[in-house]
């Protein structure tokens, strides 16, 4: 069996199974044997949408001891609030991004996990001012263009950019302007 290849997924529901495309054009179902699928899901779901992963894990609480159950339950929730159908107009994973569609739901509006779960917010693990200085750099303002409209210093500019491409491994601004983008960092 061809290994899989995470950058192209696309994901849907039929009733209550969640099923997903493999490169080769197969369909399979996400069952509790997709390890490798589920796996790859869960550490995304940890690390870019942890109130979302802490969401679920007090959700199945009751299922954790079957380590194998609890994550392909907490796989397929997800699934099923953030990408429901299959479409062909993009994969549901690209690269590491997820893209999001927004599912058909009787409890949309009332449903508590709306906003965490479902279209969860995405966890950049930037500072607010970070994050304020980062949308600039990315709307292709100058550091000293920045520091005014910021009412901050430019060597305070250069610090927070400085950060943000040490918190996220990269080196340069063309590299974070790619993060933003296939992140949706700023809607």
Known sequence: MERLRIDDIEFYTIGSD?????????????DESRKEVIAILID?????????????????????ANVTYYRWLIATRFVKCN??????????VKGSAF????????????CRYEGIVCMPVF??????????????VHD?????????????????VKNHIKSVYAK????????????????????
């Open 168 to 187: 996220l491994d990269i080196h340069e601004k063309s590299e974070f302007i790619r993060y933003a983008d296939k992140n949706n960092l700023f809607g």
């Open 140 to 156: 292709g303002l100058s550091n000293e263009d920045i520091a005014d409209r910021l009412y901050l210093s430019p060597n305070t």
């Open 18 to 30: 969640v099923w997903y495309l493999t490169s080769d054009g197969g369909n399979e179902k996400l």
């Open 83 to 92: 990408f429901g159908r299959l479409d062909t107009t993009a994969k549901d």
């Open 123 to 136: 966890n950049s693990r930037l500072s607010e001012a970070e994050l304020r200085v980062m949308r600039l």
């Open 44 to 64: 995304r779901i940890m690390e870019c949408y942890p109130d979302a992963y802490e969401a679920m894990e007090k959700w199945y609480s009751r299922s954790s």
């Open 99 to 110: 893209r999001f569609e927004k599912v058909e739901c009787p409890m949309r509006g009332e």
